[in-house]
């Protein structure tokens, strides 16, 4: 396996070559942009982006991939999902992930046929080496999809992939983590179109006073908010305001989680084997 950037990167560049045409589904996070920008270095305009939109995806973050697909030349189309009708995914029990993904890798395995009939498509996702330890139930929806992860197959870690982002100039390359608005309901807590509206405008808020690495989990009238160790400070000196604004997006109550944020708390619970968690 690959152990600098510059071999990665010719790693990643074979395995994408290897392919008639390529559709990568991108999310305009750090990890499927720098995919995205190296399939179309590779294969040009046998290159194209998918953008699942569907009431999970904040619309800043749709307005994000699109602006980043025309700001490189690279066409990006959104495709309309509909994981939330499926019941898996609305009972959100530990594996919401798996019908959100079947939802997403279904759709545009259609795509991919009307795209490039008959042909020798590689269907990439952005998964990568960090993602291996965590909750992924969506990892089973793309092996039964044929999706490929190029990143993860190159050695790809969220370090490597922001250097070698910052090496091609992408706008991306610093860009905080971001999920779907529904990681953001506990497991074993329905998700609702009301309360991915919630979290959307709770956070959209928070982003509106300047904050950059934060998650406001949903806890039915009360919006747990984590901030990265950097804006904890800040965020305890705004609370009146923020407490107003979190009100005005539909909650009773506002509470700052003293641990901060992290990345994928809310599945440590599955991983401890436990029945309920948060």
Do not use: W
């Not at 904040?58 to 697909?69: C, I, K, N, T």
């Not at 499926?86 to 029990?93: A, D, F, H, L, P």
């Not at 046929?113 to 291996?132: R, T, W």
């Not at 901030?227 to 009773?252: C, S, T, V, Y």
Request: net charge negative; glycine share 10%.
């Amino acid at each position: 396996m690959a152990s600098n950037i510059e071999d990665k990167l010719r790693d990643l560049r074979a395995i994408i070559d290897k392919f008639d045409a390529v559709c990568v589904a991108f999310s305009g996070g750090v990890d499927s942009a720098l995919l995205l920008y190296v399939s179309h270095e590779v294969k040009g305009d046998r290159c194209l982006g998918f953008i699942a939109d569907s009431g999970s995806l904040p619309r800043r973050e749709l307005q994000d991939a699109a602006s980043f697909g025309a700001r490189h030349g690279i066409e990006v189309k959104v495709v309309r999902t509909y994981e939330q009708q499926r019941e898996g995914y609305i009972k959100n029990e530990g594996n919401r992930c798996y019908f959100c993904k079947s939802e997403l890798f279904e759709t545009l395995r259609a795509e991919v046929e009307k795209s490039f009939p008959g042909e020798n498509v590689g269907l990439f996702d952005g998964f990568i080496k960090d993602d291996e330890g965590d909750h992924r139930p969506g990892r089973v929806a793309g092996r039964e999809n044929g999706v490929i992860s190029p990143l993860l197959l190159s050695g790809f870690s969220k370090a490597d992939v922001r250097e070698a982002s910052a090496l091609y100039g992408l706008e991306t390359a610093e860009k905080p983590a971001s999920a779907c608005l529904a990681s953001r309901i506990p497991h074993f807590s329905e998700v609702t179109p009301e309360k991915l509206a919630q979290v959307e405008m709770a956070e959209n808020a928070l982003r509106d006073l300047g904050f950059s690495n934060f998650r406001a989990r949903h806890h039915g009238d009360i919006v747990r908010l984590e901030f990265g160790p950097d804006e904890m400070e800040d965020a305890f000196d705004q609370r009146e305001e923020i407490n107003k604004l979190m009100r005005a997006a539909g909650f009773l109550f506002a509470a700052i989680d003293l641990e901060g944020y992290r990345s994928g708390k809310l599945n440590d619970a599955l991983k401890g084997n436990c029945s309920r968690g948060s």
